[in-house]
DNA sequence: ATATCATGTCGATTCCAGTCTACATGATGG
DNA sequence: CCATCATGTAGACTGGAATCGACATGATAT
């Protein structure tokens, strides 16, 4: 029940994984892993992963996706509104903002004291 | 500096806030807060926010990105061909899909030993 | 100028999500 | 029916994210 040592060229951290490919696609052993890894490779590596990722990521926690839902409906927000609607700290409120403005989810309008949120493009929120 | 106690009859974790709001809106402080935290409720209770935080969610992390992705330009992948994109452990790679597929992003479909998964709504993309 | 106000930043804490190993399950083939 | 295979599940570990209190900053008004 060994490995072959031309199995294990490239290194996975489950080593039955190539022989479980070739057996799904007839393809030989050693040149199916690198075959989808070089795939994803090049989705990773491409820009848009990057942006992508950060915009998910930026919505995917509960108080700033009620931060952005309720921008979606009034409009405009001030930071202190914001804290009123979620019920956090004011210092948490200027965390999740600084993010959403850095994913290009909202935009940032500083008038006297107070700043302003605004969605960006709320054509494109999922 | 201390603060009236009509103000405190809704406890929030900055007891500023009341007076801030006031200045910002002209609202009564005893007022503005619960406005913006009734709104937040109704935004927060709904089933649509439940649904929009858990794919939101579920598109946020890297690998589940990256599986997404590579489902989008490939149609339909089975969990080891998942396992060789993402070099992740099996068990990792299963408890993602699982995710994916709660989130109704994804779909299965157990053929044989095997199980393949296809994009749901590939237009609903962020 | 100085006090007050709205918000940003830092450090520490807490908690959850991703990950792995080891074992379990369900299907297939001899 | 038993061995093998692909995948699911349970438990433990760990890194990072969310949060807050305390202090800093920039604007406003007195």
Not at 9 to 34: K, Q, S, W
Not at 52 to 62: E, F, I, N
Not at 82 to 97: D, E, F, P
Not at 112 to 122: A, Q, S, T
Request: glycine content about 4%.
């Amino acid at each position: 029940m060994s490995i072959p040592v031309y199995m294990m060229a490239i290194t996975t951290p489950d080593p039955m994984l190539p022989r479980r490919l070739e057996r799904l696609t007839g393809n030989e052993a050693p040149n199916c892993v690198p075959l989808y890894l070089d795939r994803a490779k090049a989705v990773r590596g491409s820009p848009e992963f990057a942006e992508r990722l950060q915009r998910v990521r930026a919505l995917s926690d509960p108080n700033r996706l009620l931060a952005v839902l309720l921008l979606e409906r009034q409009g405009e927000l001030c930071a202190c509104e914001v804290q009123a609607a979620t019920g956090l700290s004011h210092a948490t409120v200027s965390h999740h903002m600084k993010l959403l403005v850095k994913a290009g989810i909202v935009s940032e309008d500083r008038r006297g004291k107070w700043r302003y949120y605004r969605l960006r493009d709320r054509s494109r929120l999922p």
